[in-house]
């Protein structure tokens, strides 16, 4: 219940709010449904004599687990401070203190996990490996020389029984800032993120504006879990200021304590502005260092390490601070221009996380022939280690997706040589199955190059040089928005324009799909880092989300849902593309109706039919 205007209002569990005597009335005579939505209401506003007294008229509402001093992020009771009765012993709604330790994770149900090998996944991760020429002069050292190694993730059946189960944590802002359609917006998001898990995945949901709540420990997405989760998520309001931080910690906590762990897990973060309790700002120059935002608990090295998927919601969002989130995380960064994309972001992220197929990947490189040597990896965001004496190299991959695809430039040292073949890496990688947890191992076939003793005319690998292409573009995105955040945006301009006129030249050549995407966001980055204007408003968020993209070789939302958008998005998985259809199509009827009514048992002998509860893809099976 909330007070305005002098007079009591009453937020019902499918969100409205009516003025309580108004309500109050109608349910006397017998209306349990809401009136705007029809939704059956399990939870009544009720006045009894006790409380209308203490309360001067307020009322009880549904019992969400929601602190008393957290205003802006529950339905508000405000109880007189003469009134001195014993709230918890008359009134469940008001809760004792959060604990210090979230060991209260829902069981799970070992016997539906298990998973007869054969349904899992079709395949293991295919390795394939372009060198840069396919011959040498023997009397050449070739001091640059450039090898693609890609790897593809293995096929999933789409049965919600052969894939890996996800422990998902949401941490969401409900400040002031996010009121009205925002938080509207965002309530529809969520329920079809709760609508689209399936009952052996498991949902926690934590709340933040000037401090952070967990909503409920991590719970089954079952037909029970489901309605629950639906109930909390519709009871929020906003109000209050942005404390990022603690709505991480929260969301650590959940992670860190859990007793039982499924095989794939993740924290969502959304926030629509700038955290304004945790990261010092300076008027000296000194940057913020956004990274302390992440608790240490969940870092990569740790055995809590969990990814951050983080969302920049509107164009008064703190992108540097989301971006660095999840950069130090291992997670990906996505940028929500308009209000209605928060449930395609969503949807898009959730299709990769309900479709790993590999965990723990890390790719070896190992030097062959006397004299080759290891010079570099182009990794990108994932960790790589070259060997000291140059003889093998490795890269830290982690998850992948299936149909998930990596593609890493490697440079060699290739000496002179007698013979007629130069033998120059074996690639391999091991990876746990995120299903049958089995470790496996793959090793790629040996790269060579011939050694003939005339001069040669090769062509260089198109797989080669499109990959290339696409590191030199990423190396000059970034180079462009450190010219814009030191304010040179003529200079970022100019290096978005040099970069733009060689892959023009090179898809004049070749037409190249991949070139022409990269063509089509530089212009559009070039756009949007103009003025500074234009820059703070959506500029670097949208760079960033590139960068972002691909640095992991992973999607990530950037801005509206235009043509423009699905243009670039060079790295969604059919997992992503089928899951952001199901959004597309679903809104707004269907999310619309399954966020107004969670499921609700009648009333015994009411005669009313009770929803359906099944997931999305359950239904949609």
Not at 30 to 52: T, Y
Not at 81 to 102: H, K
Not at 587 to 616: H, W
Request: net charge negative; with cysteine; glycine share 8%.
């Amino acid at each position: 219940m909330r007070t305005g205007h002098g007079q009591a209002l009453f937020t019902a569990e499918c969100s409205h709010k009516f003025h309580f005597h108004c309500i109050t009335s109608n349910v006397r005579h017998g209306n349990h449904i809401c009136p705007i939505c029809r939704a059956d209401w399990k939870e009544l506003p009720f006045q009894g004599p006790q409380l209308a007294d203490a309360t001067h008229g307020r009322a009880r509402v549904s019992p969400v687990n929601w602190p008393q001093d957290d205003g802006h992020m529950a339905v508000i009771r405000r109880l007189s401070n003469s009134y001195s009765g014993n709230l918890l012993e008359q009134f469940p709604v008001f809760r004792t203190p959060e604990a210090d330790i979230f060991n209260d994770d829902e069981q799970i149900d070992i016997q539906s996990e298990t998973v007869e090998e054969s349904n899992a996944v079709t395949g293991s991760v295919e390795i394939k490996t372009y060198a840069e020429v396919q011959a040498i002069q023997q009397s050449v050292t070739q001091k640059v020389f450039s090898i693609l190694i890609h790897l593809k993730a293995p096929k999933s059946l789409e049965s919600v029984s052969s894939r890996a189960p996800l422990d998902l944590v949401t941490v969401l802002d409900v400040s002031g800032s996010m009121k009205g359609a925002k938080l509207a917006l965002l309530k529809k998001a969520m329920g079809f993120v709760i609508q689209t898990l399936g009952p052996n995945d498991r949902l926690s949901v934590i709340v933040f504006s000037s401090a952070a709540r967990r909503l409920f420990p991590l719970r089954q997405m079952n037909v029970n879990g489901r309605m629950q989760a639906m109930q909390a998520v519709n009871s929020l309001v906003d109000g209050g200021g942005t404390n990022i931080s603690d709505g991480l910690k929260k969301g650590a906590k959940v992670i860190e304590h859990r007793r039982l762990k499924n095989p794939v897990c993740s924290i969502i973060l959304l926030s629509d502005g700038q955290d304004t309790y945790s990261v010092p700002t300076f008027d000296d120059g000194v940057q913020t260092n956004h990274s302390m935002l992440v608790p240490p608990s969940i870092l990569p090295g740790t055995g809590n390490h969990v990814q951050i998927h983080t969302f920049g919601f509107g164009a008064d969002h703190d992108s540097a601070a989301m971006h660095a989130i999840a950069e130090t995380s291992s997670g990906t960064f996505s940028f929500i221009d308009a209000e209605g994309s928060i449930q395609n972001g969503f949807a898009q992220c959730i299709g990769g996380l309900l479709s790993v197929v590999v965990k723990e990947m890390r790719l070896g490189v190992e030097c062959v022939d006397e004299g080759v040597v290891l010079t570099s990896i182009k990794s990108g965001g994932y960790a790589s280690e070259v060997a000291v004496d140059g003889r093998n190299g490795s890269v830290d991959i982690g998850d992948l997706y299936a149909d998930e695809e990596r593609g890493f430039l490697i440079t060699l040292h290739v000496p002179a040589a007698q013979g007629q073949q130069t033998v120059l890496i074996k690639p391999s990688c091991t990876y746990q199955d995120a299903v049958t947890t089995e470790s496996i191992q793959v090793h790629g076939s040996e790269v060579s190059v011939e050694r003939p003793a005339y001069s040669v005319d090769c062509k260089m690998s198109p797989e080669v040089e499109r990959e290339w292409h696409r590191v030199q573009a990423m190396e000059d995105m970034s180079a462009a928005r450190a010219a814009a955040d030191g304010g040179d945006f003529s200079q970022a301009v100019s290096i978005l324009e040099g970069r733009t006129r060689i892959l023009e030249s090179q898809a004049a050549q070749s037409s190249d799909s991949q070139c022409l995407a990269l063509i089509t966001e530089l212009r559009e980055m070039q756009e949007r880092v103009e003025s500074r204007r234009r820059y703070d408003e959506s500029g670097r968020a949208f760079m960033l989300a590139g960068l972002s993209s691909h640095s992991w070789q992973r999607a990530t939302a950037r801005g509206d849902s235009t043509e423009l958008n699905t243009q670039i998005h060079t790295y969604q998985t059919p997992s992503m593309v089928d899951m952001l259809h199901r959004s597309q199509t679903l809104v707004p009827a269907v999310v619309e109706m399954l966020n107004r009514s969670p499921t609700v048992a009648p009333s015994r002998g009411s005669g009313r039919s009770v929803r359906s509860t099944k997931s999305f893809s359950e239904r949609l099976a």
